[in-house]
């Protein structure tokens, strides 16, 4: 603020200015006045500038504060002519509320779409209307707004049923619809008029303004200051990173101002970057258009006086006012309509309204906001005037468009982007197409725009520019608005409708007669085509047509006279493009079989040919629609059909097809991608209804109009293969003379292509119009034939599947009448699978199928025949009748060409084919037979008795061929082919023909004999099949008793070699016997009473059950593991943890200085080590891992891309099994403990503390030595008996054993603390020691979340994991400086038994105690060396476990919480006792800390506190000395049973009653109470008791996440980035662990961390989760997995929509609800601490994660 102080003339002047300013006295004044308008102005002029625009710095709340007050208040005064908030709620009273919900959609909101009611798409409901509607029970679609919709709640337009929700269900008595300004009085409508025409004009006149440096007439300030700004314009050309590199040159500020001001410019539209004076401002100016005019037209930017930039910034918040002010009430959002429509005195386009338009394209972004929402609030909510300014949308329609191919902005904000507001009402657009010609208007200016063609008028897209490219992309908008206008189909037809309709029906011909064989191509003979031709925007062309052209058939149905006009003008638009079609193509003459056609010669494989024919595709669709409406059959005399020519009709479909078969067949390969390309998306889901589809409905409709035998000699002539087949002998001929074996190879491929069109052209009738079917029964089809290849999910389904214009497939009406669902499991998705009595429809030749699919459903289809115990021929299906118009087609099964084809095919399948003929070929005529057959069946079924039909299919194969030939009947040929050995393949068709022919003849026989029976026919077959399923089960059961048979021999076998290796197997028997989970434990040699693990009692191993022989995977040494041979190691990974944390708020410690020795009760920091289990020799994986770091290096001169590891970091992948790693442990043996001398408790603590004293006075004098003066009692301790101070202990491991020692150490201190590494570092082994607890405790929760027993549940990999991990602990002070350890020792036993000399010691609320147990445990063999007294390791372990058990039950007295009051349980008399001593002990507890604790009121109670409290230390403690000691376990943990605390108390060698611990030794413990219980840290935790942590810790969750996802996207829609004031973030994304939403992958919110620029959730990770992070990207619905900077992936959301798919990317927009297995499992990875695991899978699977910039995120 202190720089915009500076600027004003003297602050307090100013003030009191403002402060004697009165609003209502203005507003009087005006009243008075006569001209109103320049007295408003003078105002504005006055006091704009002195408010806005006052420094470099704009200060928007102070603004808007002081707006309000000085220029907003007077205007409302005048407007209401009392106190604004008094009238203007009047004004809300007197109102009836709107209808229309009006809400505009915010970027990244969730709108909702019934797809059930919507009129179209684009109608829909906000979340509110949306809950509180009933489509809410419908099939709907969810997405997220771009933003810039509204709401269409209360439009009956837009919704066939349910159009209110119950906020906006109009009031019965509100249909007396009278204007709303009859509740305003005459003078206040005059005084609203006069105030909004003024500030309307006021505010665009500012908006358009153009001169930089003065202003409007009437507001020029009487004080011209000399300031000026220089102003950044946004661009969609320029990226971020050149905008603020540009900035950093231009006006010298900083990388973080830089981004601030890019982020206002993409935001805003503009933003000031410098203010001054005018030669201060050009110079930044040009700095900035010479940096940005290299590459690309150079950055906007503006050089703008202060008082301009003012009167704009108030212009803006004019507009919002209106906006504001208008929601009072309908009258003054009429008044507004009225004022903004008004004409100006200029006429035409003259109004405020269209001057808005118009000038769009010069405003910037923030202004085109502004001003479209006023637009939506005011005219699109009111019908009346949504009319009036939708016909003056539609007649500057064109200008705008133009404008907008010009403007460099993104359509969102352009005004061109409201058609979709006022298209797709349906009385607005047939309004707009018969008066305003709209259809017509809009496909001319598409047209228009598009202007390269070649010389016969055709586009030609060759070699686009950058900038023709760009237009391109923006005319397809065109199209949207078209199919916005068409797409809801008029019920009933005016004359004037027609007419317009046909006028823009014949626009469209014109723009199909451009398409109309454009990008032709040229077979290239020779060599390779040199460049790749241009053909994919006619493809993008063509796809954006696809619902067009649809929807223009679907407007041409719906009524006769436009069907039968739009048929008469496509048939002559095509006879247009075909008059160039005959020059200079020779006519010649065909021959075959006695039958002759005139045709002209033609050559796909030589001439010009092109796959765009859209005017001859529409003939084909509006041929089937006059059929399929019948108007072919009622009105015969108004179509021209007698004048077709069927030739002409199918020349260039036929073309079309012939070259994909001529691309199949290979011999188009020189023409390169391009072409491939072309033939992939013709039949292509997206573009085939109107491509391949058509081209076939047009063969069709030509076939049905010609001789069978012409149509097929032409389709001959055209697939280059009538010379093949007319004469009898050539192909013999041909063979012989060029054996070139591609040419044979292409002509098979030809012939196989060419039955395949046939059967296509005879088969393919389930097209509404071709065929007597509906149109579900198409999708039924579709659907039947896509799960005969294989069960398919939902979403796969609806892509095989085409969409209508509405993005519905209709598939959801018809599949389950065909299919079944599955639901998915945790992994996987639902499937749908084709109920088995649908599988008769299955066509082998099914016209969708590409090759790949057809051979996989042939395969799945035999396979189901042969599993049911059928035979596997797949005969075609029975097919629907044809309608009358194409009736005659199926005369092609019968024709002489045809059949001397199929003839002429089997006499070459009689000889092993030299490669003449292909078992597909065979195969194709196999299947035209059998369809012929079918077809036969069904017309002799449905044909009466007396009328027998003339489709006699079986007398023409029966017939041997004429005189010179002789060749044999096509049914001979069968005979013989059935028995040949080289068709076995083919066998069981051939059969199902003769079976199939029989039967047809005993029906004809017995029709012409007597009445109809079909049973014969059907016993025949009954027998046939009957026979072939008792020779299948003979087989099978001889099958099965071949298998018992040799079952039996093995087993023999192997009991034989048991027997002889009987000791062997013994021994193994009896180690599998002793422990599932571990090879380590053995049974126990002697079988007294109890296991236990510790003390003196404990089980110990004999000689040989301690041996352990381990496989080195690197070299497949096996190798005994012993402390004196080389070292063998295990693959782990060390990393820091918050997963059990109970205290995310902590901040993270200072490493350097950080202290780790005592573990904090709220576990915030820990470090965990998990490994995959696999063992090497120590040398082996050095040198493994040297050649991945040479590697590493060698890839780093190469190219800097992060792997899935750093090896930097020391990380690597298991050699085995690629599992990230970064460390190795050394294994290391049992350890063996002599027990000689075993004290009770009472001297052990004796001779403890004496020992401590002894070292601590060592420790001190050695201090002393070393110059540390230490001025304190340095009077020498006696060391007790056999305590030797200068002993130094014989290390017992080897040099490679002690390398490992050090080595994994190092790790755990690099990791654990995050600092660099230093083996000497006394932190060393407390590192080790913590790691060794933690990763106990996090197994243990774990465990215990999935209600898994103790022990015995662990995988390998964990339980080797832990035991080795616990050996090392208990050898790690072999490797580190004694004294260190023994200090550590000192420091640790200091917290249980006070020592007044040893200091800092934390309070006992405040010391985790299983980590004290397991660091005194560990480190205690360093003061245990010195002693040569026999004193018991054993012994010492057990005391160790006694006092911390004893200060764990203090400490969760401590902190227990006073129970609600409740009802007594009676608790028989067996725990009695422990209820008493418990109660006891708290009194004891009460009296040495005063009032610091609740009064107990139960036993019970408190008992109960104790027992589950206590419990997950139990069994961490059982977990650690079973690993330690080697102990086995007992068998009742390894179950879930009620026995464990008992079991528990027994292995650990404790009562099961823990008081008795302190009672039978209070004397001893009684002191030790008091001085825990005097500390001054314990009073004061007691009394902030919210920090307390109690016990037992709750085990940690992923966050709750809303069942519903929409609830999410809702929540993440209002979330605001924290950093650019009130900004929507772009990329939302939640954090699971600890629920914090995050504005993620935006240059807003990175912040530095360690040196380097990270985004909000990499940040965010370091402080919630030690570097590792799991989150989920609303907007996208996909979980991110985040580890360290350069390790990411996504995982599947557990969000899943009602057919058990994800969806990510919120592409379908089916709803989604949480799957809590998924979750589960999500949560399961975060606590086994998997989830850098996972990432490391997820990079080695695919190298694009490797990619990404994951800190950035």
């Not at 970027?107 to 509180?132: I, K, N, W």
């Not at 011909?509 to 451009?514: A, H, R, V, Y």
């Not at 099914?846 to 005969?875: C, M, T, V, W």
């Not at 056999?1282 to 491991?1293: E, I, R, V």
Request: charged share 20%; hydrophobic share 35%; with cysteine.
């Amino acid at each position: 603020m202190a720089a915009a102080e500076t600027d004003r003339d003297s602050p307090s002047a100013l003030c009191s200015e403002f402060l004697n300013f009165s609003a209502k006295d203005t507003a009087a004044k005006w009243l008075q006045v006569s001209n109103l308008p320049k007295e408003v102005y003078q105002h504005l002029a006055c006091y704009v500038p002195k408010i806005y625009c006052l420094g470099p710095n704009l200060n928007p709340q102070n603004e808007d504060l002081l707006a309000q007050l000085l220029l907003q208040s007077p205007l409302e005064w005048y407007l209401c002519g009392e106190e604004p908030s008094v009238g203007l709620a009047k004004l809300e009273q007197s109102n009836q509320p709107s209808q229309l919900c009006g809400h505009v959609f915010k970027v990244g909101e969730p709108t909702y779409s019934c797809r059930e009611c919507a009129a179209d798409p684009t109608c829909v409901l906000c979340m509110q209307c949306f809950l509180g509607s009933v489509h809410k029970e419908h099939r709907y679609r969810m997405t997220t707004s771009g933003g810039g919709g509204f709401c269409d709640c209360g439009d009956t337009e837009a919704w066939k049923k349910g159009p209110y929700c119950q906020k906006h269900e109009p009031n019965i008595s509100d249909f007396s619809q009278k204007d709303p300004l009859a509740n305003l009085s005459a003078e206040m409508v005059a005084r609203t008029y006069n105030v909004f025409s003024i500030i309307l004009k006021y505010a665009v006149d500012m908006l358009t303004w153009d001169k930089e440096d003065e202003l409007p007439e009437g507001l020029e300030p009487p004080l011209r200051g000399d300031t000026y700004y220089c102003m950044l314009f946004n661009d969609e050309v320029h990226t971020y990173e050149q905008v603020i590199y540009t900035l950093q040159k231009a006006v010298n500020c900083t990388q973080k101002e830089a981004v601030s001001f890019a982020t206002t410019v993409d935001r805003d539209g503009r933003k000031s970057v410098r203010f001054g004076d005018f030669q201060f401002c050009e110079q930044a100016k040009s700095v900035i258009v010479r940096n940005t005019s290299r590459q690309t037209k150079p950055l906007r930017v503006q050089v703008m006086h202060s008082s301009v930039v003012a009167h704009q910034c108030f212009a803006l918040r004019a507009l919002a006012w209106l906006g504001q002010t208008i929601r009072y009430s309908d009258a003054l959002r009429r008044i507004l309509c009225q004022v903004g429509l008004q004409r100006g005195p200029e006429g035409e386009n003259s109004s405020l309204v269209d001057t808005l338009m118009l000038c769009d394209s010069k405003m910037w972004k923030g202004a085109r906001n502004v001003y479209h929402q006023l637009f939506m609030s005011s005219l699109l909510m009111d019908p009346k005037y949504k009319k009036l300014f939708a016909i003056q949308f539609a007649r500057n329609y064109r200008r705008l468009q133009t404008d907008f191919m010009e403007d460099d902005h993104e359509r969102v904000v352009s005004v061109t982007s409201l058609s979709v507001q006022l298209f797709t009402a349906p009385t607005v657009a047939r309004m707009l197409i018969t008066e305003e010609n709209l259809m017509t208007t809009i496909i001319r200016t598409f047209v228009d725009h598009l202007r390269h063609r070649d010389l016969q008028g055709r586009f030609q897209f060759e070699r686009y520019t950058a900038q023709q490219a760009f237009k391109f992309r923006r005319v397809q908008s065109l199209i949207g608005d078209l199919k916005y206008v068409l797409i809801s189909r008029p019920t009933e037809w005016g004359d004037q409708l027609r007419e317009k309709f046909l006028k823009g029906f014949d626009a469209f011909l014109e723009l199909l007669k451009c398409m109309q064989g454009m990008d032709p191509v040229v077979r290239q003979v020779g060599q390779h085509i040199e460049m790749e031709p241009e053909w994919e925007a006619a493809f993008t062309l063509q796809m954006k047509l696809t619902h067009i052209i649809s929807m223009m058939q679907e407007w041409c149905a719906s009524d006769e006279k436009v069907l039968i006009e739009a048929y008469k003008k496509c048939l002559s638009a095509l006879t247009h493009c075909h008059s160039g079609f005959t020059d200079g193509e020779q006519p010649i003459t065909l021959s075959m079989c006695g039958h002759s056609v005139d045709t002209i010669r033609y050559c796909v494989s030589q001439e010009k040919v092109s796959i765009h024919l859209p005017v001859s595709r529409l003939l084909a669709g509006l041929h089937a629609l006059l059929s399929k409406t019948d108007v072919a059959y009622r009105f015969p005399e108004q179509l021209p059909l007698s004048e077709l020519s069927p030739p002409m009709l199918i020349e260039h479909p036929l073309r079309c097809l012939v070259l994909c078969a001529q691309v199949h067949a290979g011999m188009w390969r020189r023409n390169g991608f391009s072409l491939v390309n072309q033939i992939y998306y013709y039949h292509n889901v997206k573009c085939r209804m109107e491509m391949f589809d058509k081209d076939l409905i047009m063969l069709q409709a030509g076939a049905s109009m010609m001789d069978p035998n012409h149509f097929l000699m032409i389709v001959l002539s055209r697939f280059e293969l009538y010379h093949i087949f007319s004469a009898p002998d050539f192909r013999k001929r041909c063979s012989r003379e060029n054996a070139n074996k591609d040419v044979v190879q292409q002509n098979n491929t030809l012939i196989e292509e060419m039955l395949h069109l046939v059967i296509m052209v005879v088969g393919e009738r389930y097209t509404a119009g071709v065929g007597q079917v509906e149109s579900t029964d198409e999708i039924k089809r579709e659907i039947v034939h896509q799960l005969c290849i294989r069960p398919m999910a939902h979403s796969e389904l609806v892509k095989a599947l085409p969409e209508n214009e509405n993005k519905e497939t209709g598939m959801e009406r018809v599949i389950d009448s065909v299919a079944s669902f599955k639901k998915p499991g945790v992994t996987g998705r639902g499937l749908y699978k084709l109920r088995p009595e649908c599988a008769k429809m299955f066509n082998l030749y099914f016209h969708h199928y590409s090759r790949a699919d057809q051979s996989k459903a042939e395969e799945a289809q035999r396979k189901i025949k042969r599993q049911n115990g059928e035979d596997s021929a797949l005969p075609p299906p029975v097919l629907s009748r044809f309608c009358p118009l194409f009736a005659s087609l199926v005369n092609i099964l019968q024709c002489d060409v045809l059949l001397s084809i199929l003839g002429a095919v089997l006499q070459w399948a009689m000889e092993p084919s030299g490669g003449h003929w292909s078992e597909s070929m065979l195969q194709r005529v196999l299947h035209l037979i059998g369809m012929g057959l079918v077809e036969e069946q069904q017309h002799l079924i449905s044909s009466t008795e007396d009328n027998v039909t003339s489709f006699n299919f079986t007398l023409k194969i029966s017939r041997p061929g004429e005189a010179p030939g002789n060749t044999p009947s096509i049914l001979a040929l069968l005979e013989t082919l059935q028995n040949a050995p080289h068709l076995e393949v083919h066998k069981e068709m051939i059969r199902w023909i003769l079976k199939t022919v029989s039967n047809i003849k005993t029906t004809r026989e017995c029709t012409a004999s007597a009445p109809p029976t079909d049973s014969s026919g059907h016993s025949q077959e009954e027998t046939v099949r009957d026979k072939d399923k008792a020779e299948r089960k003979r087989k099978a059961e001889m099958a099965r008793l071949r298998r018992e048979k040799i079952m039996a021999q093995m087993s023999e076998m192997q009991r034989h070699f048991i027997n002889e290796n009987k000791e062997l197997f013994q021994q193994s028997l009896e180690e599998l016997d002793a422990s599932p989970s571990s090879s380590l434990e053995h049974s126990p040699s002697c079988c007294d009473s109890v296991l236990v693990c510790v003390g003196p009692r404990r089980w110990r191993a004999g000689g040989s059950d301690r041996r352990q022989m381990v496989t080195c995977i690197l070299c497949q040494e096996e190798q005994e593991i012993r402390s004196d041979g080389r070292a063998m190691v295990l693959a782990a990974f060390v990393q820091r943890s918050t997963v059990m944390s109970k205290n995310r708020k902590r901040p993270p410690h200072n490493p350097d200085k950080y202290d780790p020795l005592f573990m904090h009760p709220d576990l915030s920091f820990g470090t965990h080590t998990g490994s995959c289990g696999h063992i090497m020799h120590s040398h082996c994986w050095q040198r493994y891992f040297e050649a991945v770091q040479a590697k590493e290096q060698r890839r780093q001169q190469r190219l800097r891309v992060h792997t899935s590891y750093d090896v930097e970091n020391g990380e690597f992948l298991c050699p085995l099994c690629e599992c990230l790693s970064n460390t190795v442990i050394p294994l290391l043996p049992l350890t063996k403990n002599n027990c000689s001398v075993q004290p009770d408790l009472s001297q052990w603590l004796n001779i403890t503390s004496l020992q401590m004293k002894a070292l601590h006075s060592a420790h001190r004098k050695t201090n002393n030595a070393e110059g540390v003066d230490d001025t304190g009692d340095a009077e020498d301790c006696p060391s007790p008996y056999g305590f030797k101070l200068d002993h130094t202990p014989k290390n017992p491991y080897s040099s490679t054993i002690k390398e490992m020692l050090t080595t994994f150490g190092t790790t755990m201190y690099k990791v654990g603390l995050k600092v660099h590494p230093n083996e000497q570092d006394p932190r060393v082994p407390i590192m080790c020691w913590g790691s060794c607890g933690y990763t106990i405790q996090s197994i243990e929760r774990l465990l215990v979340d999935e209600e898994k027993p103790l022990f015995g549940s662990l995988p390998c990999r964990q339980d080797d994991c832990l035991s080795s991990l616990t050996r090392f602990g208990a050898a790690c002070w072999n490797v580190s400086s004694h004294t260190t350890v023994q200090s550590h020792f000192i420091r640790l036993f200091a917290a249980l038994v006070p020592d007044s000399r040893v200091e800092n010691i934390p309070c006992i609320l405040d010391i985790d105690m299983f980590h004290l147990l397991v660091s005194l445990v560990l480190s205690h063999p360093a003061v245990l060396c010195l002693d040569s007294s026999g004193l018991s390791a054993d012994a010492a372990q057990l005391h160790f476990l006694h006092l911390v058990t004893v200060a764990h039950l203090v400490q969760i007295l401590l902190t227990s919480k006073p129970e609600e009051v409740r009802m007594e349980q009676e608790s028989g008399g067996a725990e009695r006792e422990e209820e008493e001593s418990v109660c006891m002990l708290f009194n004891t507890l009460r009296t040495h800390l005063g009032r610091g604790l609740h009064e107990v009121s139960s036993g019970w109670h408190l008992w109960r506190c104790v027992k589950t409290g206590i419990l997950p230390y139990l069994r961490a403690a059982a977990l650690f000395f079973h690993y330690l000691n080697g102990a086995p376990s007992p068998p009742e943990l390894h179950a879930l049973s009620a026995g464990e605390w008992e079991a528990l108390c027994g292995y650990l060698c404790l009562p099961s009653n823990l008081l008795q611990l302190y009672y039978k030794n209070q004397e001893l413990l009684e002191p030790l109470l008091q001085r825990w219980c005097s500390h001054p840290g314990v009073l004061q935790g007691l009394q902030t008791s919210a920090a307390l942590i109690r016990f037992p810790r709750e085990s940690n969750h992923l966050i709750e996440l809303p069942e519903d996802y929409s609830a999410l996207i809702n929540q993440a829609s209002s979330f605001t980035c924290p950093k650019s004031g009130g900004d929507k973030s772009r990329a939302p994304t939640l954090c699971l662990v600890c629920g914090a939403m995050l504005c993620s992958q935006s240059y807003c919110c990175q912040t530095e961390l360690e040196g380097e620029d990270v985004g909000a959730c990499t940040a965010h990770t370091f402080a919630c989760g030690a570097g590792v992070g799991i989150f989920l990207r609303v907007r996208e619905c996909q979980v991110l997995f985040l580890s360290g900077k350069t390790k990411g992936c996504f995982y599947a959301p557990p969000y899943l929509d009602d057919y058990g798919e994800t969806d990510q990317g919120l592409r379908r927009g089916n709803p989604l609800h949480l799957c809590q297995e998924r979750y589960r499992k999500i949560q399961k990875l975060w606590r086994q601490h998997s989830i850098t695991e996972e990432i490391g899978h997820a990079q080695e699977a695919n190298q694009t994660l490797v990619g990404i910039d994951w800190q950035h995120l």
